[in-house]
C-alpha cells in the first residue's frame, strides 16, 4: 500500500499562483510516475499532469500547458505541481496520484491521494 499525502491547495484570485505538493510514503516497483488530476463539480475526473521520477520527462494537458509546472524531488519522494495565471475554471478537487509510465498519458493510476481543494475567484 502507498500513501500519498497531498498539500497546499486553497482560495486564489483570478491569475493568482498556488503550488501542490504530494509526497508519496514510498515507492514500488512499476512506481515510475506520479501525476496530478482534478475534478470539478458535476465533471468527471481528468488528467492536468505527470512526470516520470528516472529522466523527469512530462507531460500535461493542453487546458494547462504553459500556466502549470510539475516537478519531482526523487530524494522526498515528492511532486510538486506549481500553478500560476489561475482561472476560474481550474477551480477542482486536485488528486495526486501514482503509477506507472503509462501515467504520462492519463492512466492507470495505481494509488490516489485523498484530494485537495483549490478554489479560483474570478
Known amino acids: 500500500q502507498v500513501q500519498l499525502v497531498e498539500s497546499g491547495g486553497g482560495l486564489v484570485q483570478a491569475g493568482g499562483s498556488l503550488r501542490l505538493s504530494c509526497e508519496a510514503s514510498?515507492?514500488?516497483?512499476?512506481?515510475?510516475?506520479m501525476g496530478w488530476f482534478r475534478q470539478a463539480p458535476g465533471l468527471e475526473r481528468e488528467f492536468v499532469a505527470a512526470?516520470?521520477?528516472?529522466?523527469?520527462?512530462?507531460n500535461y494537458a493542453d487546458s494547462v500547458k504553459g500556466r502549470f509546472t510539475i516537478s519531482r524531488d526523487n530524494a522526498k519522494n515528492t511532486v510538486y505541481l506549481q500553478m500560476n495565471s489561475l482561472k476560474p475554471e481550474d477551480t477542482a478537487v486536485y488528486y495526486c496520484?501514482?503509477?506507472?509510465?503509462?501515467?504520462?498519458?492519463?492512466?492507470?493510476?495505481?494509488?490516489w491521494g485523498q484530494g485537495t481543494q483549490v478554489t479560483v475567484s474570478s
Open positions: 512526470i516520470t521520477w528516472s529522466l523527469g520527462t512530462t
Open positions: 514510498r515507492r514500488t516497483y512499476g512506481s515510475d510516475a
Open positions: 496520484a501514482i503509477g506507472t509510465a503509462a501515467l504520462l498519458g492519463s492512466g492507470p493510476v495505481d494509488y
